[in-house]
Antibody, heavy 125, light 108 residues
């Protein structure tokens, strides 16, 4: 079955880096863009960015254009989100999600049909 | 603007119908998708496109769009529908995606 399995929880000190992984299975990995979404404790979902199937095109929300880097390894069907210079406000659950889309000359739509289980990153002294 | 606005909280009596709305300029060009999130769980897709449900989502969930407002309607709300609901859409220029702030649904 279609599945995204993320790496385990991390505890980091301020200023350190973290790299969260998301391993895909059950579908053709190179057919799908992949998104990352963040959720701070008690807060809503924030779209962070997306990476294309080959891994050579990325798009970030303005808030995540510095310190955040998405990559993907097609040989292992894995996408990564690396966060550098961690701050306490980066404490959150990070989700990966698979993209699907229908694009027409009229309306278009995108949806995230499969999500990873989430990875809690805690930044604390 | 790529912002999406949702009411923070909505309540509904068990068995009744509730509409959760999402407003934004991008909705005049692109359809929204809707996600249900229960405490401690990953979000789950419930509606996408004009009004499409993934397999496994009950047909009491439906979606619609009028102008710059997308709506998620739950007909015959069940206790298990109590959750946070988020809309999402890509901005009109084909750039970034954005989530609404979320609506907490309470079933009375």
């Amino acid at each position: 079955q279609v599945q995204l399995v993320q790496s385990g929880a991390e505890v980091k000190k301020p200023g350190a880096s973290v790299k969260v992984s998301c391993k895909a299975s059950g579908f053709i990995f190179t057919n799908h863009w992949m998104h990352w979404v963040r959720q701070a404790p008690g807060q809503g979902l924030e779209w962070m960015g997306v990476i294309n199937p080959r891994g050579d095109v990325t798009m970030y929300a303005q808030k995540f254009q510095d310190r955040f880097t998405m990559t993907r390894d097609t040989s292992t069907s894995t996408v990564y989100m690396e966060v550098s210079s961690l701050r306490s406000e980066d404490t959150a659950v990070y989700y990966c999600a698979r993209d699907n889309s229908v694009i027409t000359t009229g309306a278009s739509w995108w949806w995230f049909d499969t999500w990873g289980q989430g990875t809690l990153v805690t930044v604390s002294t | 603007s790529s912002e999406l606005t949702q009411d923070p909280a909505v309540s509904v009596a068990l068995g009744q119908t509730v509409r959760i709305t999402c407003q934004g300029d991008s909705l005049t060009t692109n359809y929204a998708s809707w996600y249900q999130q229960k405490p401690g769980q990953a979000p789950v897709l419930v509606i996408f496109g004009k009004n499409n449900r993934p397999s496994g989502i009950p047909d009491r969930f439906s979606g619609s769009t009028s102008g710059n407002t997308a709506s998620l309607t739950i007909t015959g709300t069940q206790a298990e529908d109590e959750a946070d609901y988020y809309c999402n859409c890509r901005d009109s220029s084909g750039g970034v995606w954005v989530f609404g702030g979320g609506t907490r649904l309470t079933v009375l």
